[in-house]
Structures are given as C-alpha cells and as structure tokens.
C-alpha cells in the first residue's frame, strides 16, 4: 500500500523522485524518503507526513546524484515517524531499500540477525530487516545477495535497492505487489504504478510474480527465480497524463464524480454495435461455456464489494444464474464451494488489491473460470485471470473510488445481459430496453451533475452532524453501502448503512430525535415499503432526506428533504443514485476540513493483507 519510485539516468535523481512520489502519494502519505548516491555514499532522507514535509528538510541540499530510489508510506508495522519512514539501511548504509508489501517472518529474521550478527535495529518496521539481510548475504555481488536474502523472506512484498558498491544498478524484486519497469532513453524507472513515471516515459514491463530486475541507465535484465534471464513485451501507455491532474476541480474526488458520464459512456460504448449487441473484448465465454455454469461468485473488497452487490441483483435477474457476492479477505478462508462449474468474478479499480489476488488464485486452483473486472490495464488481477473486462474509467487518483464504481456497474449490467441474452435466458425485448436505458444513463447523470448546489445545501445543514444511517431495499440496499462508506471515509462520521427491512430487529434503537436517515426509494415495486420504513424512523424523531425517481412525489409527504434523479428502469437505479451520496459526502468532508483526497489511515491500492 505503499509507492515506490526509483530512477538511474544521467538527470537529477532527487527532483525525479520526489516527482513521482507525489503521483503516488495517493497511495500512503504517512512518511516518505528518498535514497541516494552522492559523492561517494548512500544518503538517506526521510520524513513523517507529507512529501511537502520532506521537501522542507531537503530544500537546502544541492543534489547531483543521478541514480536513487523513493518511498511514500501508509504505515503497517511502527507508527508513522521519521525514523519508520522508508528507505531503509543497512548498518554503514551502504545498502538502502525501499519496501511496499508486508514481511511475515520479519520477527524470526531480525532475531537472527540481532542473534547471529549483532545487528542493531532503528526501527519498528519489518523492512529494515530486508536492507539488514542482503547486507548480511552481500559479498561482492548485490545480485546475489538479494536472491539469498529473498530466499529467506515469507510473504508479499515489491524491492527496490541501491548499493554504494554498485552505485550503477537498481535491483528490484517483486512477489504479490505490483512493480514495473519504465523504459527510457538513456534511463530507467522502476514504480508501484504508472502514474508515477508517466511524465518520463511511455514504454513500460510489466514486472510478473517472483521476477527480479537489474536497472543501469542503458539496460534492463529480467530474471526468474531460478535465476534465468526473460523477456518480456514492451507494454505501452496510452493514457493522457493530463488525465492524472486536477484540471481546474478544487480536489481529484470532485474531478472523478464530473467525470462518470464520459466513464460510463466510455465502458458501455466501447463495448455496444450500432444494432446493441455486446461484444466483449477480452472475454472469450461461449454459449457452451456459460451453459456449463451453474453459479457465479462476485469476489471484491471496499467500493469494489458494493459494486458486486449491486451487480449480483442485475446477473441474477438478467442471466438467470445464482450469484454469490463474498469480501476477498473472507472468501478463501471458508473452504468456499468453487468447482470447474463455477464462473469467479474478481471486481478491482487498481487490480493489485492482495486480497482479491489470494482469492482469485483460491479459486483457480480449485477449477473455477475466472473473469476480472479492472481499471488498471496489465495489472495482476488482469494478468491472472481467464478473461478480462476493462473499465474506461481513466486514472482514479483520490482514495474514495467513485468514477471507478459507476464503471464497474456498468460491466455488471453488461456482462448480466450477454450471459442471459447468449444463454437464451433473457428475451430480446427486454435485452433491448434495458440497452437502451443504459445508452440514455450518460446524459440523465449530466442532468443529476446540474443540481450540485441543492447537495451543498443540504451538506451545509448536517456537516456537524456524528451519526447517520443510510437505508434502501433491493438495488438500493446496495447503493446504501456504497453511499454510507463514501461519507465515513473521507468525513470520518459514523455512518452505518442497513437493508430497510432490517430497521426494526434492531437497529432502529438507535434511532433519536434528529437522526439523520438517508432513505433511498428509486425502486418502483418497492417504493410504498420504503415509505413505511421511513415512517418508522420519522415516528423515532428522524431527520430523513429521500431519495427518488423524479414523478415520485409521494415522497415529499414523507421525508423532510427529497433529492430526485431522472425517471429510469428500476434496474438501472444505482448508476444515478450513487451520484448525490457521492457529492453529498464530498461537501460535507469539505465543510469539515477534511484532507478529502487523502483521508486519514486510507491507501489507494490496498496491497497488503
């Protein structure tokens, strides 16, 4: 969960890094640090809070190193503070590493090296033991130490380290944390992610489990475990680096919720002929295959999760197949009942979520098709999986996903209908409706956009607001989900979202006068139960603002204030209905002086455990 950044070339390493890093920051802002060769030796910077924190210590500094490697940190093991912050050294810090994973045998091994080897540790961090280790194993090749030392560790992790003994060379490793290789001219990178190096280069290796890297400023060697050299394809970036910047919007999340139409339109057009039939790139499912399905698992974590439920009532309900919607942290830990019959959809906007990783590869091993849903292209969800769908979300920078949400509902809505429609369950003429209403979601949501300022209003009334319980049925049980966790992550409120019908065996004891109660009632047939759920609350002293379909108006007798979105399918509810919770959580965060695109505690890409 953290971002790494290494760069060997000819220009300023130092202003290299520190440059990528704040693309990166997006995933751990905590602590960051840089390491480099300068004038005969290894010196190491570093920094609790932000990269502008360390920028400050090293203002002064008149850098000409042209090789080193960076670090920004979202803190595992020891508090964040300047001296947990990454890089690392060994003893005489002539070796210094960077580390974005987790160690799980860190205790044996700095036993071993206190025990063994009189090492003396600074830290808390199960990282220094790595720069400790290959210092231990380093004889006169770093090459060589780092895969002894690599031997020797358990768990996930992406490497990169320097040596003052080679101050030519970069060596990276990578097992269960992303990691590539950015090609230049007369340079080389190493990253967590794309963004980081996009500025420089535009041709890149996707590094692949268990490969290690050796980077000079001319070259670039791949090797496997068993120490033999691979080659692999230049995978090239076609994103608008613009794309990863603010644009004009105050913050990146406000950007990203402006940007669902086009992403919406994007995923859907891409994807839809001129006729509305479905052709997915990627995916290779014949009619025989689906035909030998007879369950699917949607497997996710966060946003991605609630994207799963919501996609579990469109699968069910366009391709007549039962769905399970399980938490990836969970799922491979129950013995889950996964065969060759099974179809395993893995939903995450980076592709690098760890957990979903295990439980993709759980499911693999026990014979099951496996179909991701990703935004990241060559990540390693995408690159372990049967068949991959792309969203076309473009790059999602602020913590709380929204953009990548939307996108992620429309592949379920898509690849609901083409099981159904290929399988022959699903009757053309309701194929085509909700094609249809689909095509019109990119336009009615510009519409829903319109009304930001009625959001802010009702955000300036209940910012100060502690406790809020967000309730729905059906689709929008699972909107609730999504719209409770956007409000909690980045305003640090206590929001708990409930399916409505569960109100009273419970839940509703925690109703008092002037709760706040979200209540969204987009769902025709269950429109007239939702009312009576928000009668029970409003009876408790609730404060409600609904939710609903515009001509819905039987809503304004019930709630205090209504927020209406464009009359559509009840089907296809949630790509509007996310649109308010998402804005209404951004404003009120804001009224709260809330770090809106880098909450607290919160990393981007969650790639630990």
């Given at each position: 969960?953290?971002?790494?950044?290494?760069?060997?070339?000819d220009?300023n390493?130092?202003?290299i890094?520190?440059?990528?890093?704040?693309r990166?920051?997006?995933?751990?802002?905590?602590?960051?640090g840089?390491?480099?060769f300068e004038?005969?030796?290894?010196?190491?910077?570093?920094?609790?809070g932000r990269i502008?924190?360390?920028e400050?210590?090293?203002?002064?500094?008149?850098?000409n190193s042209?090789?080193?490697?960076?670090h920004?940190?979202?803190?595992?093991h020891?508090a964040p503070s300047?001296?947990?912050?990454?890089?690392?050294?060994?003893m005489?810090?002539s070796?210094a590493v960077?580390?974005?994973?987790?160690?799980?045998?860190?205790?044996?091994?700095?036993?071993?090296?206190?025990?063994d080897?009189?090492?003396?540790?600074?830290?808390e961090t199960?990282?220094?033991v790595?720069?400790?280790?290959?210092?231990?194993c380093?004889?006169?090749?770093?090459?060589?130490?780092?895969?002894?030392?690599?031997?020797?560790?358990r768990?996930?992790?992406a490497?990169?380290v320097?040596?003052?003994?080679e101050?030519?060379r970069?060596?990276?490793v990578r097992k269960?944390?992303p990691?590539?290789?950015?090609?230049?001219?007369g340079?080389?990178f190493?990253?967590?992610?794309?963004?980081?190096?996009?500025k420089?280069?535009?041709?890149?290796y996707l590094?692949e489990n268990?490969?290690?890297?050796?980077?000079?400023?001319n070259d670039?060697?791949?090797?496997?475990?068993?120490?033999?050299?691979?080659?692999?394809e230049?995978?090239?970036?076609?994103?608008?680096?613009?794309?990863?910047?603010?644009?004009?919007?105050?913050?990146?999340?406000l950007?990203?919720?402006h940007?669902?139409?086009k992403?919406?339109f994007d995923?859907l057009n891409r994807?839809l002929s001129?006729?509305?039939?479905i052709?997915?790139?990627?995916?290779s499912?014949t009619?025989?295959?689906l035909?030998?399905?007879n369950?699917?698992y949607i497997?996710a974590?966060g946003?991605?999760?609630?994207?799963g439920?919501?996609?579990?009532y469109a699968?069910?309900?366009l391709?007549?197949v039962p769905?399970?919607?399980?938490?990836?942290?969970?799922f491979?830990?129950r013995?889950?009942?996964?065969?060759?019959?099974?179809?395993?959809?893995?939903?995450?906007?980076?592709?690098e979520?760890?957990?979903?990783?295990?439980a993709?590869r759980?499911?693999?091993?026990?014979?099951?098709?496996?179909?991701?849903?990703?935004?990241v292209?060559?990540s390693?969800?995408?690159?372990?999986?049967?068949d991959?769908?792309?969203?076309?979300?473009?790059?999602?920078?602020?913590v709380?996903?929204t953009?990548?949400?939307?996108t992620?509902?429309?592949?379920?809505y898509l690849?609901g209908l083409?099981?159904?429609i290929?399988t022959g369950?699903l009757e053309?003429?309701?194929?085509?409706?909700?094609?249809?209403?689909?095509?019109a979601?990119?336009?009615k949501?510009?519409?829903?956009?319109k009304?930001?300022?009625?959001?802010?209003e009702l955000?300036?009334?209940h910012?100060?607001m502690e406790?809020?319980?967000?309730?729905?049925r059906g689709?929008?049980?699972?909107?609730?989900?999504?719209?409770?966790?956007?409000?909690?992550?980045i305003s640090?409120?206590?929001?708990?979202?409930?399916?409505?019908?569960e109100l009273?065996?419970?839940?509703?004891?925690?109703?008092?006068?002037?709760t706040?109660?979200?209540?969204l009632a987009?769902?025709?047939?269950?429109?007239e139960?939702?009312?009576?759920n928000?009668?029970e609350v409003?009876?408790?002293?609730?404060?409600v603002?609904?939710l609903a379909?515009?001509?819905n108006?039987?809503?304004e007798?019930?709630?205090n204030?209504?927020?209406?979105?464009?009359?559509?399918?009840d089907?296809?509810?949630?790509?509007?209905?996310v649109?308010?919770l998402?804005?209404?959580a951004?404003?009120?965060?804001?009224?709260?002086?809330c770090?809106?695109?880098?909450?607290?505690?919160l990393?981007?890409?969650?790639?630990?455990?």
């Amino acid at each position: 969960m953290c971002g790494i950044v290494g760069y060997v070339g000819d220009d300023n390493a130092c202003e290299i890094i520190i440059e990528g890093l704040k693309r990166l920051e997006y995933r751990g802002y905590d602590s960051s640090g840089v390491a480099l060769f300068e004038e005969g030796r290894i010196k190491i910077y570093k920094s609790k809070g932000r990269i502008a924190n360390l920028e400050a210590k090293i203002a002064n500094e008149n850098f000409n190193s042209t090789i080193g490697i960076g670090h920004t940190r979202w803190a595992t093991h020891g508090a964040p503070s300047d001296v947990n912050a990454h890089p690392h050294g060994n003893m005489d810090e002539s070796i210094a590493v960077v580390h974005n994973g987790i160690i799980e045998n860190y205790v044996e091994l700095k036993d071993s090296l206190v025990k063994d080897h009189g090492i003396i540790f600074q830290s808390e961090t199960d990282t220094e033991v790595i720069a400790h280790l290959i210092s231990v194993c380093y004889k006169d090749n770093l090459l060589d130490a780092v895969y002894k030392a690599v031997e020797q560790m358990r768990g996930a992790y992406a490497i990169g380290v320097i040596s003052s003994n080679e101050p030519d060379r970069i060596i990276a490793v990578r097992k269960d944390a992303p990691l590539i290789v950015g090609l230049g001219e007369g340079c080389n990178f190493i990253a967590s992610d794309i963004p980081a190096i996009l500025k420089h280069v535009r041709k890149i290796y996707l590094i692949e489990n268990n490969e290690t890297v050796v980077l000079t400023k001319n070259d670039v060697k791949i090797y496997n475990s068993e120490r033999k050299e691979v080659k692999h394809e230049v995978f090239n970036v076609t994103w608008d680096a613009d794309a990863a910047e603010k644009d004009g919007y105050e913050h990146f999340m406000l950007k990203e919720i402006h940007e669902q139409p086009k992403g919406i339109f994007d995923t859907l057009n891409r994807r839809l002929s001129s006729d509305g039939t479905i052709s997915l790139d990627g995916i290779s499912l014949t009619k025989e295959d689906l035909q030998n399905i007879n369950k699917v698992y949607i497997v996710a974590c966060g946003t991605a999760y609630h994207a799963g439920l919501v996609g579990k009532y469109a699968i069910e309900k366009l391709a007549k197949v039962p769905v399970e919607v399980d938490i990836a942290s969970e799922f491979r830990y129950r013995d889950p009942f996964v065969d060759d019959k099974t179809l395993f959809i893995a939903i995450s906007q980076s592709g690098e979520t760890l957990d979903t990783l295990a439980a993709l590869r759980e499911a693999k091993r026990k014979g099951a098709r496996i179909l991701s849903v990703v935004n990241v292209l060559g990540s390693s969800v995408a690159r372990e999986s049967d068949d991959v769908f792309y969203t076309w979300a473009g790059p999602e920078i602020a913590v709380a996903s929204t953009k990548a949400y939307t996108t992620q509902l429309v592949c379920m809505y898509l690849i609901g209908l083409y099981m159904g429609i290929t399988t022959g369950k699903l009757e053309q003429a309701y194929y085509d409706q909700i094609i249809k209403e689909l095509k019109a979601i990119p336009e009615k949501l510009k519409t829903v956009l319109k009304h930001e300022d009625k959001i802010k209003e009702l955000a300036q009334q209940h910012y100060k607001m502690e406790q809020v319980f967000f309730i729905g049925r059906g689709p929008d049980a699972g909107v609730c989900y999504e719209g409770s966790l956007k409000l909690k992550e980045i305003s640090y409120i206590n929001s708990f979202a409930i399916a409505a019908g569960e109100l009273k065996h419970g839940t509703i004891a925690l109703i008092e006068q002037d709760t706040l109660v979200v209540a969204l009632a987009t769902q025709d047939r269950l429109f007239e139960k939702m009312l009576s759920n928000i009668q029970e609350v409003k009876a408790r002293g609730a404060y409600v603002i609904g939710l609903a379909k515009c001509g819905n108006t039987e809503m304004e007798k019930q709630a205090n204030k209504v927020i209406y979105i464009p009359d559509c399918m009840d089907e296809v509810t949630p790509l509007l209905s996310v649109v308010p919770l998402q804005m209404f959580a951004y404003y009120v965060a804001k009224l709260r002086g809330c770090d809106i695109d880098k909450p607290k505690n919160l990393a981007k890409s969650v790639t630990v455990e």
